[in-house]
């Protein structure tokens, strides 16, 4: 498999390469150059393949240039030692629950699998790489640090606000064996931002000091959420016997892309629903329409390495399969007071306790009936993060919490930080000189 930039359709880069240095110079995104024919592997598996068993064999398939199948595998099992699970909640209504990892979040799937597909790489290609991650609610660093555990040729410096640092284990601290270099930043979060933004626009600094990215401007991070849709079909595919959507919050939009990349690989899907945004809605005629569209594609700002958006991919699978945008992406207006309204339906009709993310995914389910109205079609909720992160609102709502694991309880233990610095990259720069050393 190669892959393009989404402002460049002539340079074409393999799989390492991509993940490796992951931001196009052309300020684009990196996006697969071809369409996959998957449908004998996806037809092959059952209710009892397991995901890591999908994992292994769809990257084989996918990146059977560079990587042999005992080396997929291999891969495979050191990512995910968990797994998705795949619930009914009714007749033709399902979730498909993405917080069963190590930080309750669908985030711990995809750094997991980048962080494998990355230690393979570098060991065969005898060089080490650093990845920089300005920590917040969004991105956890414990997530990037769990993932890191154990790798030999990969390295993390994770940039913490002041005062936020939580939740890491001295373990996985680079002076006491570990990968992560954690540090508090003298600032609110946008001084994080702001040096990550600085650091990765130097294409000469990234280079030097074998830089990528853990968020999903690395198609490393991003191509194994088409996974969760292999696994859900596989899942399904016995008592389904109609149309299967999926619907999902909009967020970045990286699961809707990963679930276009799906059905590109030949996965049985007949749509996706997604809640509207000031980016991708509807026209007068209730048809989806991206608005960025209106502005050429060559005179935007360079793709953000701190909060990527992937409407640009979404566009180039619009540009490419024009009926998709009329076709299989149904967006739905969702309104904070729909959002509640779900949560509580959610909970009075199937006893369940949601994230608002899922909560969002099923009132635009509701609202889209208009596509979904076979009695005989399947409806998967895409849910991305355990409900105890939302105990508080979910008490207000429905009058319970849902338990909190322990796992996810100490992910709130502050920890105090060893490392001060100003925000400067000057600073980052000492970091990194000293972890080559």
Aim: aromatic share 10%; net charge negative; proline share 6%.
């Amino acid at each position: 498999m190669q892959f393009i930039s989404t402002r460049n359709a002539e340079k074409r880069l393999n799989f390492s390469q991509t993940i490796l240095d992951c931001m196009p110079p052309d300020g684009g995104m990196y996006v697969p150059a071809n369409e996959e024919n998957l449908r004998p592997w996806i037809l092959y598996m059952n209710e009892t393949t397991s995901f890591q068993g999908i994992a292994g064999t769809l990257t084989s398939a996918l990146l059977k240039e560079e990587l042999s199948p005992v080396v997929s595998e291999r891969i495979a099992a050191k990512a995910f030692p968990f797994s998705p699970k795949l619930k009914k909640l009714s007749g033709h209504l399902y979730s498909l629950e993405l917080y069963h990892g190590p930080t309750g979040a669908d985030g711990d799937f995809g750094i997991s699998y980048l962080a494998s597909c990355l230690e393979h790489i570098l060991i065969m290609q005898d060089r080490d790489a650093v990845i920089i991650s300005a920590v917040s609610d969004d991105t956890p660093g414990v997530c990037v640090a769990t993932a890191l555990r154990d790798k030999k040729r990969l390295n993390a410096i994770l940039l913490y606000p002041k005062g936020t640092m939580k939740g890491l284990n001295e373990r996985d601290f680079i002076w006491n064996g570990g990968n992560v270099y954690p540090v508090e930043v003298n600032g609110p979060v946008e001084s994080c931002y702001r040096m990550m933004r600085e650091i990765y626009a130097d294409r000469g600094f990234v280079s030097e000091y074998g830089l990528t990215l853990a968020n999903t401007v690395n198609i490393g991070r991003l191509l194994p959420q088409t996974f969760f849709y292999m696994y859900a079909f596989a899942q399904l595919k016995k008592e389904a016997s109609g149309d299967i959507y999926y619907a999902m919050a909009a967020r970045n939009y990286g699961n809707l892309v990963a679930g276009l990349y799906g059905w590109k690989f030949s996965l049985p899907v007949n749509g996706f629903i997604t809640d509207s945004s000031p980016a991708l809605g509807t026209d007068v005629t209730g048809r989806c329409l991206v608005l960025d569209s209106v502005v050429p594609i060559h005179t935007r700002a360079h793709a953000d390495p701190v909060t990527p958006s992937n409407l640009e991919r979404l566009e180039e699978v619009f540009a490419a399969h024009p009926v998709i945008l009329r076709t299989m992406v149904f967006p739905a207006e969702v309104t904070e007071a729909k959002q509640a309204e779900a949560v509580k339906e959610l909970f009075v009709k199937y006893g369940e306790l949601t994230s608002p993310h899922t909560a969002s995914a099923y009132a635009a389910a509701r609202a889209r009936q208009d596509i979904v109205e076979e009695d005989d079609s399947s409806v998967v909720l895409i849910s991305r993060t355990h409900p105890a992160f939302y105990a508080n609102i979910l008490k207000v709502l429905c009058g319970e919490e849902p338990e909190m694991p322990d796992h996810i309880r100490k992910l709130y233990e502050p920890v105090t930080p060893k490392y001060k610095i100003e925000a400067d990259i000057s600073a980052v720069q000492d970091i990194l000189n000293e972890i080559r050393g």
